[in-house]
């Protein structure tokens, strides 16, 4: 079992749709990540967070830490939204990030 | 520059060959970061750098592969031998100091590498 599980793998939605990713982790975290990996590669971080809830624009990221889980969620999501989601984790005492493998979201217009 | 920068962006070599990687930090991030993501597989840690500290070497693979950072900006990851399973692309990230929550992480745009 991968340490970083996130669903779903692949998500498939129409514009203006509400989207939640999911991530579910088994280890003790100092903070967990929300990366957002476009087609061609470029991989930006979204957020960081160790505890509660994060907004930025349509996006909102929250987390459990007694449940080991976390969300990403997208209000009113449009195609430029289309992206391979990553959730990563990080333990404590080291700067090493654990990966999840990736939710690929498509918007259809 | 304004971002991370790597280079080369792809880089085709024979089994068995070096190859070297570089990564320009952003200025003045202290923390640099390499991770490797290969095909169907999702994004592992290979190296972390920060300051003039010892690098967190945990996550590299074997001892074919090396990464040195010098003078605490840019950063070269050495592939000895390659083999074709080093097929990947290899990803820089800096941070201001270390992934604190006001310090991001920014990511290259990678070095798509593939052994024949």
């Known amino acids: 079992k991968n340490e970083v599980e996130q669903s779903p793998q692949n998500l498939t939605a129409q514009e203006g749709e509400f989207i939640t990713i999911n991530c579910s982790y088994s280890v003790g975290i100092s903070a967990l990540h929300w990366l957002q990996q476009h087609p061609g590669g470029g991989i930006v971080s979204l957020f960081m967070l160790s505890s509660g809830k994060k907004k930025h624009g349509r996006l909102i990221a929250t987390i459990n830490i007694q449940e080991k889980h976390s969300s990403l969620h997208i209000t009113a999501s449009h195609p430029r939204d289309s992206a391979v989601y990553i959730c990563?984790?990080?333990?404590?005492?080291?700067?090493?990030?654990?990966f999840g493998t990736g939710t690929r979201l498509t918007i259809i217009p | 520059g304004a971002g991370v920068s790597q280079s080369p962006s792809n880089k085709v070599t024979e089994k068995g060959k070096d190859v070297e990687l570089r990564c320009d930090p952003i200025s003045g991030h202290t923390a640099l970061y390499w991770y490797r993501q290969s095909l169907g597989q999702g994004l592992e840690f290979l190296i972390y750098f920060q300051g003039n500290s010892a690098p967190d070497k945990s996550g590299l693979p074997s001892d074919r592969f090396s990464a040195e950072r010098t003078g605490g900006s840019v950063s070269t990851l050495t592939i000895q031998r390659t083999q074709q399973e080093d097929s990947a692309v290899y990803l820089c990230?800096?941070?201001?100091?270390?992934?604190?929550?006001?310090?991001?992480?920014?990511f290259g745009n990678g070095t798509r590498l593939t052994v024949t």
């Open positions: 990563a984790v990080r333990g404590f005492g080291n700067e090493k990030l654990t």
């Open positions: 990230a800096s941070s201001f100091f270390g992934m604190t929550l006001d310090s991001p992480l920014h």
